[in-house]
Nanobody, 124 residues
Framework: QVQLVESGGGLVETGGSLRLSCISSRRIPSSNAMGWFRQAAGKEREFVAAIARISERPYYADAVKGRFTISSDSALSTITLQMNNLKPEDTGVYYC?????????????????WGVGTLVAVSS
């Protein structure tokens, strides 16, 4: 298993920005992807964004397109999530994950490697 450590959460006003980072304890296999999920209080965990190791193609949830940008280093050992124009509905615990690309995008319940999460709170 790989250890994932998130950082960068905090409290920000509506319209503000935050930058999250996730560091992996080892190099991610070339067939894998890394991504971000979030969970608001009382709600299920939902997909936010992901990036594939080989293609470096980003994937975004509709709710964050145009506001969030995911990026990675060439080894996919570190990913970042730049979050701009934050809204109160973006509030939640943000989790970093690593898995095969299809698992990240379609079978989140099968993901085994998760970080402990970092809290993002957006005030109205």
């Amino acid at each position: 298993q790989v250890q994932l450590v998130e950082s960068g959460g905090g409290l920000v006003e509506t319209g503000g920005s935050l930058r999250l980072s996730c560091i992996s304890s080892r190099r991610i296999p070339s067939s894998n992807a890394m991504g971000w999920f979030r969970q608001a209080a009382g709600k299920e965990r939902e997909f936010v964004a992901a990036i594939a190791r080989i293609s470096e193609r980003p994937y975004y949830a509709d709710a964050v397109k145009g506001r969030f940008t995911i990026s990675s280093d060439s080894a996919l050992s570190t990913i970042t999530l730049q979050m701009n124009n934050l809204k109160p509905e973006d509030t939640g615990v943000y989790y970093c994950a690593a898995a095969a690309a299809d698992v990240i995008l379609t079978r989140a319940d099968a993901i085994q490697d998760w970080g402990v999460g970092t809290l993002v709170a957006v005030s109205s």
